[in-house]
């Protein structure tokens, strides 16, 4: 089997059906707690068939970056800390009740030993998720807030993405790692350009026209 996308789907079924054939202990997590905390020892690997939950760093200034609200089918968590064998910096919140399986390490471990298929969908996932953080953190770091914020709604108008959007205002900044009246003020700027306009939500941003936004951010590539 050469086909990548064969041995992709070959390797999560590997781990579908080890997970349903093995007896782990189960974990009930509850909305609002977390599922792996940050620079915190990780000392079982949690499976999960459904789970909506958030990603977030809390730096030691107070500052708090999200990297936004996921809703995956067949996910691990712990497994960077897991293969790193250092702790995480980012922790990982629930958004809703959800079960998780409890796999210890040295089990995960044979496992992937004994089943390439699945190691190689390992690496994929993981690979996948260093490229999606990475690609988040530079462009907070390196663009101005305006440009987050209309990338973000460029993004996510542009493609089948979920709107991530939240109810309340101070829960937006933190996916910009800002201040809520930072990202009060560019918003209105925003709107005050004709750019953008609030959906029935506060928090809802849609865009007016998708070209003019990608013309406006083309600015910042020069």
Same mark, same amino acid.
């Given at each position: ?50 789970? !909506?939950? *958030?990603? #977030? ?12 609200? $996921?809703? &995956? =089918?067949? @996910? ?48 994929? !996932?993981? *690979?996948? #998720? ?12 390196? $663009?101005? &807030? =305006?440009? @987050? ?66 013309? $406006? ?6």
């Amino acid at each position: 089997m050469t086909n990548k996308k064969e041995i992709l789907e070959h390797g999560l079924n590997e781990i579908l059906k080890w997970v349903e054939r093995c007896n782990f202990k189960r974990r009930s997590v509850k909305q609002g707690q977390f599922i792996v905390k940050a620079n915190n020892k990780v000392d079982e690997i949690y499976w999960s068939e459904e789970a !909506r939950f *958030s990603i #977030i760093h809390m730096a030691e200034n107070g500052k708090t970056l999200s990297l936004g609200d $996921y809703h &995956l =089918k067949n @996910n691990f968590f712990g497994e960077i800390e897991f293969f790193s064998e250092r702790p995480g910096c980012f922790s990982a919140i629930a958004s809703e009740n959800l079960e998780l399986t409890c796999i210890p390490k040295d089990t995960l471990t044979q496992f992937f030993l004994n089943n390439g298929h699945a190691a190689f969908w390992m690496n994929h !996932r993981i *690979s996948s #998720i260093y490229l999606s953080t990475m690609d988040i953190a530079i462009e907070r770091s390196l $663009y101005p &807030l =305006k440009y @987050n914020i209309l990338r973000d709604i460029l993004r996510r108008e542009s493609t089948s993405a979920q709107d991530t959007s939240h109810h309340y205002i101070y829960q937006e900044a933190q996916r910009f790692g800002c201040s809520d009246r930072a990202y009060a003020r560019v918003i209105k700027e925003l709107v005050n350009d004709g750019l953008i306009k609030k959906g029935a939500v506060p928090t809802q941003l849609k865009a007016i026209n998708l070209t003019q936004i990608e013309n $406006y951010l083309k600015r910042y590539h020069t």
